[in-house]
């Protein structure tokens, strides 16, 4: 057996498409733009990539973009009146400040200061509260952009056994939550557990949140089962060049999966797209206005 290729690059662009459609709807018919506020602080090289990424993608789908980048010794009080001064700013209907922060600011502090309405990662712990007892809330990027490409490629999730490897507060966790919400029977494993692959092996959907190149051995899928990459790793390819690889066995899971994301070109677009698409239904909540169909969970 040989997996269809989950293209998350194309799935991203239809994202994208729908979301910019939803833009020019809110302009033309109510005299709204969309804002995103992007937060960067310190010269982080891979962050800087980010922001440019989120910048210019947002300005893609018609909306306003805003970025503030602060030099890496900022102090806290002055990121935390920064952010009091965006829940506070009417055009601003998504703010994400980019991580990891300058280990001087206490990242925890920072998330919960800003508006869980604006919250387009989702981390906010009223967020996180929200999504764990089944209510609205912001979900976050990644998880929502792995759930809506497991609706695409299996259907209705219904009774499926999931199996999240991992349990990060930004993707395991909500990946959890998230499954649980589409019915699925979910077990979350981590470095603690026994027997990791046995379980693995009764999984019909895999999600692998691990940070560990090729964690994930190809023996270790059942025949059929739909596997989701979120895993984004720089190896060494032992000639002085690198490449990006996921936490999955790509080459040896595809034989046996019957659907995988691969590495580049699977989940990593769909992120920035749904941060995209929170920003969107953060405005139509900002607003009153009803949800569009398709963007949030
Ligand atoms: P974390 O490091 O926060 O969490 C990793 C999880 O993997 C932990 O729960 C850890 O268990 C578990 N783990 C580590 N080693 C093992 C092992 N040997 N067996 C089983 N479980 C193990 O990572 P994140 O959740 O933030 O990210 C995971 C991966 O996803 C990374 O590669 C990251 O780069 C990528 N990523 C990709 C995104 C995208 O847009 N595509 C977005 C966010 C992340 P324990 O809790 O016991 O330590």
Redesign the pocket.
């Given at each position: 057996m040989t997996a269809r290729i989950i293209d998350g690059k194309a799935f991203a662009a239809i994202l994208r498409e729908s979301v910019a459609e939803h833009v020019s709807q809110l302009k033309q018919t109510h005299g709204i733009t969309p804002g995103l506020a992007v937060v960067l602080v310190g010269d982080d090289p891979a962050s800087q990539v980010y922001v440019r990424s989120k910048g210019k993608q947002t300005i893609e789908v018609g909306m306003n973009s805003y970025e503030y980048k602060l030099p890496a010794d900022t102090p806290e009080s002055e990121l935390l009146a920064l952010i009091k001064q965006l829940n506070l700013d009417p055009s601003v209907h998504g703010i994400l400040v980019q991580l990891p922060l300058p280990q001087h600011i206490d990242e925890a502090l920072v998330i919960n200061a800003i508006d869980p309405a604006k919250d387009v990662d989702g981390f906010h712990i009223s967020n996180a509260g929200l999504l764990a007892t089944g209510q609205q809330a912001m979900v976050p990027c990644?998880p929502l952009g792995c759930l809506m490409m497991l609706r695409e490629y299996c259907g209705n999730l219904t009774g499926l056994n999931a199996v999240v490897?991992?349990?990060?507060n930004?993707?395991?966790k909500p990946m959890a939550q998230l499954l649980l919400r589409e019915s699925c029977t979910v077990t979350v494993?981590?470095?603690?557990?026994r027997n990791?692959p046995d379980i693995l092996r009764g999984a019909d959907i895999v999600v692998a949140?691990?940070?560990?190149p090729l964690?994930v051995q190809g023996d270790w899928i059942k025949t059929g089962a739909t596997v989701i990459d979120?895993?984004?790793?720089r190896i060494d390819q032992g000639d002085g060049t690198t490449r990006l690889v996921g936490?999955v066995d790509y080459d040896a899971a595809k034989e046996v999966a019957g659907a995988i994301t691969p590495v580049p070109g699977g989940?990593?677009p769909m992120?920035i797209a749904c941060l995209l698409a929170n920003t969107v239904t953060a405005c139509c909540r900002a607003h009153s206005l009803p949800e569009p169909k398709g963007l949030a969970a």
């Open positions: 990644t490897i991992g349990r990060s930004i993707v395991g494993v981590h470095s603690r557990t990791l949140a691990v940070g560990r964690f979120v895993g984004i790793n936490d989940v990593g992120t």
